[in-house]
């Protein structure tokens, strides 16, 4: 794949170059700001492209900023955020910015190889990934009376897996149990939920993330 | 002004000059500036005092007297805003004769959008009035007997010294009416001339003494009555504006350790975590022994990692300095091990920095707490903000046992709201549950 990486400090950019080039991607750029972040997408148009949230000019959100409107110019690239820490509000406005292909991670995630790379490639295929971190920072605002308090720990499990962006083969492997017990779980927790039947992936987890945050 | 462009002032006596020789020539200007600056605040005060003692009595009679009708009130108002006039004169005078600055009093204004009636009492709630109206009473008095002495003092002085030039033409009238004579000193013109000249220096010599009492006396009580109120007000002010500065500079100093960590060995271990799984990667499966050494080094990395943001959450949260108080409570409770209920209601901007500061490590310290002592399976969190306070209240269905004294951390957080003057409110009863609480108010 090529890929486009943006982070401030020199140290992370090389390590990713390495670890990216080292499994047979190309990094096609690798920048240290917000402003060149978006240049060098728009001009690489790269299959995925990596952003740190906190760079300069702004050293706040300007990873951020850069992403969406990245994806504003460009509505099908595919961008994953990498974050120090987890800020709901930064999910919601990846998320907000069109159908699938985006990803939310916090950076720890990254000294994981295999499953920074498949986070990666899952982002690249215009799949939707989102850090277990917010997703566990949206279940503890649910109050005791919710339906979410009557899901077994099992579906309360699915139900995590699912926000964070995973189909159900990738549930099943995370689980260890069988695809078809995945279905079930996620057929009984739609139904108490009262979400509409699974359709899309990232629309399943628009639904399951909106679901969450009302 | 420079002392040598100064000239000689008003009516410096000899005997001061010549006693302040000695002294060094190059103060000698000022010593006898001061003087007369004290001589003429002394000598006006009388008439001043006087006026104003006669004004206020009478408009505090008359206005205490028809306060049952209309008319009463604004009496009394008129009343403290002349007792206020004669209080400015005083301290301008005092601040001139000491020849310092003192701070401007403030007195209570009404509100723009008051009612007559608010203006008509407002003056009458401040207590700087009524010590102003004390000051022309009692000043009144000290005044009189101030102003009795030092004229008294300058004409025996003026009048002994002088004798000799004027003595000759007063009519001798017959009779023993000198007090020379009385003493059976003779009666010639030359004794009584020596007699008086000599009185006349002992008025003069002790003329400074008795200026500079009278004087003393009197700025005193105008410190006392008029100006002490406003210097601690002054001093109040430093202060709150220097644990200001204070705060601030701790905020700034904490942020740039967090943004060091950060930026330094943060990111070398980031790099180094990177690199480790790397060469797990490049190792290959068939070296299980490398492996495992290489699992350990990156175990070891990760685990160092996570120690050192922990740290720098404790120095200066991140999320806290760029996403703000609810963000950063959010994480928060994303991280507590026990399941918990959140209840937040703040306004959508930042509250003051010290006080996100103390809410987010009172919350922290709590949840901490129930993590590690309180054995709890539930806990609650609620952060409100009501008027200008924010309220935070940490509970769980714990143990209890939690107490300030015992070194939960929940001393130091004690501390910690103190000094955003607020309140922390722990109620851990053995067998539980506990109930941590805050009171931190967002005004500075």
Not at chain 1, 183 to 204: C, N, S, V, W, Y
Not at chain 2, 54 to 75: F, R, Y
Not at chain 2, 212 to 231: D, K, M, N, P
Request: hydrophobic share 45%; glycine share 10%; with cysteine.
């Amino acid at each position: 794949m090529r890929i486009v990486i943006a982070d401030d400090s020199l140290l992370l950019r090389e390590g990713l170059q390495l670890l990216l080039t080292e499994v047979g991607h190309e990094v096609v750029a690798a920048v240290g700001d917000g402003p060149s972040f978006v240049e060098a997408v728009l001009t690489q148009r790269p299959d995925v492209a990596l952003v740190d949230v906190r760079m300069p000019p702004s050293h706040s959100d300007e990873g951020l900023r850069a992403a969406v409107s990245v994806r504003a110019e460009w509505p099908e690239a595919k961008v994953m955020v990498l974050s120090q820490y987890v800020e709901v509000s930064y999910a919601d406005e990846l998320l907000g910015t069109g159908s699938g292909g985006v990803g939310y991670l916090l950076k720890d995630r990254v000294s994981a190889i295999d499953e920074f790379l498949d986070s990666v490639e899952r982002v690249a295929a215009g799949g939707t990934v989102l850090d277990p971190q917010v997703v566990s920072q949206l279940m503890v605002r649910r109050r005791g009376d919710d339906p979410v308090s009557t899901l077994t720990p099992r579906e309360t499990e699915v139900l995590g897996l699912m926000a964070e962006g995973r189909s159900n083969a990738s549930i099943a492997q995370a689980l260890v149990v069988s695809d078809g017990a995945v279905e079930k779980h996620t057929q009984r927790i739609f139904a108490k939920l009262g979400l509409p039947p699974d359709e899309g992936q990232h629309r399943r987890v628009l639904a399951v993330l909106a679901y969450l945050r009302t | 002004m420079s002392d040598a462009t100064v000239p000689n002032p008003t009516p410096g006596p000899a005997p001061m000059q010549s006693s302040a020789v000695g002294a060094g020539s190059a103060r000698l200007p000022e010593v006898i500036r001061r003087f007369g600056r004290e001589s003429a605040y002394l000598l006006v005060g009388f008439p001043i005092a006087l006026a104003a003692f006669v004004l206020i009595v009478t408009g505090l009679s008359v206005g205490a007297g028809l306060l049952v009708t209309v008319i009463g009130l604004p009496i009394l108002t008129a009343t403290i805003f002349v007792a206020r006039g004669f209080a400015h004169l005083e301290r301008v005078q005092v601040a001139g004769v000491l020849g310092r600055e003192f701070p401007s009093v403030h007195y209570h204004r009404p509100a723009p959008d008051a009612g007559w009636f608010r203006r008509m009492v407002t003056p009458l709630g401040d207590p700087q009035s009524w010590l102003d109206v004390l000051h022309a009473l009692v000043g009144f008095v000290t005044a009189t007997v101030g102003w009795s002495f030092v004229l008294t003092w300058w004409a025996g002085a003026l009048a002994g010294l002088s004798f000799p030039a004027w003595g000759w033409a007063v009519p001798n009238g017959g009779g023993a009416e000198d007090l020379p004579e009385l003493l059976g000193f003779g009666q010639s013109f030359a004794v009584k001339a020596l007699f008086y000249v000599a009185t006349g220096v002992v008025f003069a010599l002790t003329l400074p003494l008795v200026v500079r009492a009278f004087s003393l006396l009197r700025t005193g009580l105008a410190q006392l009555l008029l100006l002490s109120r406003a210097e601690t007000q002054q001093q109040v002010d430093e202060l709150v504006v220097g644990r200001r500065a204070a705060r601030s500079a701790e905020a700034s100093a904490l942020q740039r350790l967090e943004r060091d960590i950060h930026d330094g060995p943060q990111q070398r271990l980031v790099r180094l975590s990177m690199d480790l799984g790397r060469a797990q990667k490049q190792a290959g499966p068939d070296n299980p022994q490398l492996q495992g050494t290489l699992d350990a080094a990156l175990r070891q990395t990760k685990d160092t990692l996570e120690e050192l943001r922990a740290l720098s959450r404790g120095i200066a949260p991140p999320v806290l300095t760029d996403r703000g108080l609810r963000a950063a409570l959010e994480e928060l409770a994303a991280r507590s091990i026990v399941p918990i209920d959140v209840d937040i209601d703040l306004p959508a901007g930042r509250l003051p920095h010290h006080v996100e500061t103390a809410v987010y490590f009172v919350v922290s310290e709590a949840l901490t707490n129930v993590a590690k002592h309180s054995g709890a399976t539930q806990c609650m969190m609620t952060v409100h903000l009501v008027g200008e306070e924010v309220r935070v209240r940490v509970s769980d269905d714990g143990l209890g046992g939690a107490h300030l004294s015992k070194g939960h951390g929940l001393v130091g957080l004690h501390d910690r709201v103190r000094a955003a003057d607020g309140v922390l409110n722990v109620r851990s009863p053995d067998g539980g549950p506990t109930v941590v609480e805050a009171e931190v108010p967002c005004g500075s």
